[in-house]
């Protein structure tokens, strides 16, 4: 069998978008699934759209998923150069192209934009564009010299029959068949003697032995004419497995406002990198059974391409906060504290055990942004209603609350023993002597410290954090707002 090479082919255009996460990570995984080669190649030939330090977030984000390249720029595998502005140093596109001209494949095109904006234009994929009337095609070899001898401005065009047509296959797809008369003599030489991104990629899939080309299906309108290049060189055609959109949850194309078009945005919002590189795994793809938890060496043993969805994939990000919650708690505590840390100080100013309150909301935030929503309340008492003191399940009332505080105060007051234990056993005597649920005495004390619903721990823990003084202020801060509200 021939060895898998798949590559993954960014153009340096700024962040990298979660369409092209998800195409890298499918390459990397097809290759790696089968033991084969995942290559990094650059295409810059659109110098116009190239963005200052592109090409180093690209490495970067390679890197930080775990999507580490067999060969590329860094990596030289014997099929360098690999990046496209290099590649037309070498003439390799010029060389090809002249070989489709001797051919009859393709042919030079020296007309100027007046005439090319008086032939007719016609919407294809939503886009308008202009339809080439093979003016030039007409022209001897002979005025074609002369034009070339004079410094003619020129584009090379590829030469795709008037009549039959085209078919080709696409693992997903099936066999899809297309008019000739519907594909247009795409321009594979610019003006600038930079090949199009459409001819580069034929060119440097076949030079590079690439097996399988992963793409959005967006390029499903493109791939004849990629085949019929093929055919007209002679080459073996490789697999097609074409992707299917991401839409954001209206159904809509992802765009930067959503907050989740690329890594870098997610990774911003304080996602982590391995939750991230799972959920954008199933934007597409399923395994045989439920499971959604996956590392990346299990995505590797489990992936099979043919298991890839035609149907647009929905970008949830309720889902992927529930994702990445999930790793949050599985995460070593160590690492988990480090990630925490600067969330932590940025909410707590104040001198607290900062190691404890990490433990404390480890298992109760999505994402690392939510820490400050939840231990805000240690910095300061925010404001609260009294109405919070009343639970039906704890069968508490601002009455009953008050009355609690009351009897807590003198024996809080008396404790010296501030640590979670000590004071868990001193309020369960309490309880005890007052022969109700603990809930009854631990829902208006926790209640008091936190001025919160919701505390990503209880009572006693609360308290331990803060200390005995400031567990009395808010003690005594809640019997004063209850006697003021029974009044």
Excluded at 92 to 109: F, P, R, V
Excluded at 153 to 161: A, Y
Excluded at 162 to 170: A, L, R, V
Excluded at 254 to 268: C, P, Q, T, V
Aim: include cysteine; proline fraction near 4%; charged fraction near 30%.
């Amino acid at each position: 069998m021939t060895k898998i090479r798949t590559r993954y082919a960014p153009s340096p255009t700024g962040k990298m978008h979660v369409g092209n996460l998800r195409s890298a990570l499918y390459e990397f995984l097809i290759a790696k699934h089968e033991g084969g080669d995942f290559m990094l190649r650059i295409e810059d030939t659109d110098q116009g759209r190239y963005v200052e330090g592109a090409t180093d977030i690209i490495y970067r984000t390679l890197e930080e998923t775990g999507l580490v390249h067999d060969e590329g720029p860094d990596k030289d595998g014997g099929y360098g150069p690999y990046v496209q502005s290099e590649r037309v140093k070498t003439g390799i596109y010029m060389k090809y192209a002249n070989e489709l001209i001797d051919k009859g494949e393709a042919y030079y095109c020296f007309c100027d934009r007046e005439r090319l904006s008086s032939l007719k234009t016609e919407v294809v994929d939503g886009k308008e564009i202009t339809v080439y009337d093979k003016h030039c095609l007409s022209l001897s070899r002979e005025e074609v010299e002369e034009k070339l001898a004079a410094g003619s401005p020129f584009v090379i065009r590829q030469n795709i029959p008037d009549e039959g047509t085209t078919t080709f296959h696409d693992e997903l797809y099936g066999d899809i068949t297309v008019n000739n008369s519907e594909l247009d003599d795409m321009i594979l030489i610019k003006s600038d003697g930079y090949p199009t991104y459409n001819f580069a990629n034929v060119v440097d899939d076949h030079t590079m032995n690439i097996t399988h080309v992963v793409r959005g299906n967006e390029y499903l309108s493109s791939s004849p004419k990629y085949v019929r290049l093929y055919e007209a060189f002679g080459w073996e055609v490789p697999v097609y497995i074409h992707l299917p959109l991401i839409t954001d949850e209206n159904h809509k194309k992802l765009s930067k406002r959503s907050g989740h078009a690329s890594f870098e945005d997610l990774i911003e919002q304080g996602f982590i990198t391995e939750a991230v590189v799972n959920y954008v795994a199933l934007l597409g793809w399923s395994p045989e059974d439920n499971r959604e938890i996956f590392t990346l060496d299990e995505l590797i043993e489990n992936f099979d391409y043919h298991r890839i969805s035609k149907s647009p994939a929905v970008f949830d990000m309720v889902k992927l906060r529930w994702m990445n919650g999930e790793y949050l708690k599985a995460m070593d505590f160590d690492r988990f504290y480090e990630m925490a840390e600067p969330y932590l100080k940025k909410a707590l100013t104040k001198n607290f055990n900062l190691r404890s309150i990490a433990a404390m909301v480890k298992t109760r935030i999505e994402i690392l942004p939510d820490i400050a929503g939840q231990v805000d309340f240690f910095e300061e008492l925010p404001e609260y209603e009294v109405e919070m003191y009343t639970h039906k399940k704890m069968k508490t009332s601002s009455e009953s609350s008050l009355e609690v505080l009351r009897e807590v105060l003198p024996v809080l007051e008396a404790q010296e023993d501030y640590s979670n234990e000590g004071l868990y056993a001193s309020l369960l005597k309490l309880v005890e002597k007052k022969g109700c649920k603990n809930g009854y005495v631990m829902w208006p004390v926790r209640t008091a410290v936190s001025g919160k619903q919701m505390t990503p721990a209880g009572a006693t823990e609360i308290m331990e954090i803060l200390g005995k003084e400031e567990s009395l202020r808010r003690i005594r801060r809640g019997i004063e707002k209850l006697e003021n509200a029974t009044a």
